[in-house]
């Protein structure tokens, strides 16, 4: 399901090499079905773009000292799918240049080594191409409704940013 978003005002669009302004293609989805960044790569590339970058992020094996066996996401689905379509939207008005922006997260339960996040921008140059990608990717994970639970392969699990700091001879205050 690709849903393309009209940017606001003239930001965001750009001249066709025909004489005529179009508008950015931009996809955004939360979903529970696996993430493609061939997909991705394949909807943002446009013959008006001489960069394409499409970040992946994945599912790691391990963190802060725990081997990790997976991960779960869960969402405020609303205001995450809303979320990540203005962040689409604000990232052509940052990047006017860009051809197409992609942005997809998953949901519910991954294994070690599977996407869980698909950023992909389109843009002339190299340069807008990795600046606007690394933007999109940090506000996602900065600002969209979206938390991850982490289950640790001895049993325990985490919710990072949630949980008190695990220092080792920290002093518990709490009542």
């Avoid at 606001?8 to 950015?24: E, I, Q």
């Avoid at 807008?128 to 900065?142: P, Q, S, T, V």
Wanted: glycine residues 8%; without cysteine; negative net charge.
């Amino acid at each position: 399901m690709y849903r393309l978003v009209e940017p606001v005002g003239a930001h965001g669009r750009r001249p066709n090499g025909k004489g005529t302004d179009v508008s950015p293609r931009l996809h955004s989805r939360l979903t529970d079905e696996p993430l493609s960044a061939d997909a991705a790569h394949a909807f943002v590339a446009d013959p008006s773009a001489g960069a394409v970058v499409v970040f992946t992020g994945t599912v790691r094996d391990a963190s802060e000292g725990h081997s990790v066996a997976g991960l779960t996401y869960e969402a405020y689905a609303e205001r995450a799918s809303a979320q990540l379509e203005a962040l689409a939207a604000d990232l052509v008005r940052r990047w006017p240049q860009a051809a197409a922006v992609w942005l997809e997260h998953r949901v519910g339960a991954l294994a070690v080594g599977e996407p869980s996040v698909v950023v992909a921008v389109s843009t002339p140059h190299r340069p807008e191409a990795f600046e606007a990608a690394r933007w999109g990717i940090d506000e996602l994970k900065a600002t969209v409704a979206i938390w991850k639970q982490e289950h640790w392969a001895d049993g325990g699990s985490s919710w990072p940013g949630t949980d008190p700091p695990a220092t080792p001879g920290a002093v518990d205050l709490s009542p």
